[in-house]
């Protein structure tokens, strides 16, 4: 069994977790007793974080590859990255086009870092031109 020091990626506190594995399978994770975040407690999504990464759970709801359903109710289809890319950003500039830049937004993730902010405001704010970003941090 390997030990790996790394973070919770659930909220924005940044918990210490060891993460227990055998070849490439996590089999076990919890706090860090010497993180200054958590001193070793975990909440309950950091607690069950490796029944998430576990195979029979990763197999069935992970998305591995772009899907796109080509009409409502239909079955998706696999894409390619290039055009599932493509279509997302003609998409997202329609709608702005349409719309206006204060009908999109981003909810960024509270584990990114400080420059990761910087980034997506100056995207948000001084390239579409709408001031709707959030975070859960």
Request: one cysteine or more; aromatic letters at 6%; proline letters at 4%.
């Amino acid at each position: 069994m390997r030990e790996t020091r790394s973070t919770c990626p659930y909220c924005g506190v940044g918990c210490g977790v060891i993460i227990e594995s055998q070849g490439a399978q996590i089999t076990g994770v919890r706090g860090d007793p010497e993180h200054p975040a958590n001193f070793g407690r975990l909440c309950t999504k950091g607690s069950t974080l490796h029944l998430t990464a576990s195979a029979a759970i990763t197999q069935q709801t992970r998305l591995l590859r772009p899907l796109r359903r080509a009409a409502r109710g239909q079955a998706a289809q696999p894409v390619g990255w290039e055009a599932a890319l493509d279509e997302a950003a003609e998409r997202f500039a329609a709608v702005i086009a349409q719309h206006g830049p204060d009908a999109v937004g981003f909810y960024l993730s509270g584990q990114l870092l400080t420059e990761d902010y910087y980034v997506f405001n100056k995207i948000a704010k001084g390239l579409i031109g709408t001031n709707n970003v959030d975070t859960n941090s």
